[in-house]
Nanobody
Framework: QVQLVESGGGLVQPGGSLRLSCTASGIIFSAYTMGWYRQAPGKQRELVASIGSGGSTRYADSVKGRFDISRHNAENAVYLQMNSLKPDDTAVYYC?????????WGQGTQVTVSS
């Protein structure tokens, strides 16, 4: 049984920082591309950042220079460090694991950026 469990969301003021964590079980973690997506109310789910099995990273233009994705294969974990947060970053953030034609989602964690 595959499980992706996110944590670290919450309420933060503009300009603040949060670190999201996702722990995976039931997969060969090191083989998977891991990603963070987000979905704001009334909007489509969008890719925020991804990290391949070899460590290559990809970011949405809107978060480049502010967010940093990393993975720790020994802990089956992927992280998203979010700095200089803006109200537009408010969304539910989802962890994703993908390999070949397989894909799995976490349950999501709410991030709210507001003063």
């Amino acid at each position: 049984q595959v499980q992706l469990v996110e944590s670290g969301g919450g309420l933060v003021q503009p300009g603040g920082s949060l670190r999201l964590s996702c722990t995976a079980s039931g997969i060969i973690f090191s083989a998977y591309t891991m990603g963070w997506y987000r979905q704001a109310p009334g909007k489509q789910r969008e890719l925020v950042a991804s990290i391949g099995s070899g460590g290559s990273t990809r970011y949405a233009d809107s978060v480049k220079g502010r967010f940093d994705i990393s993975r720790h294969n020994a802990e089956n974990a992927v992280y998203l460090q979010m700095n200089s947060l803006k109200p537009d970053d408010t969304a539910v953030y989802y962890c994703y694991a993908g390999w070949a034609n397989l894909g799995y989602w976490g349950q999501g964690t709410q991030v709210t950026v507001s003063s």
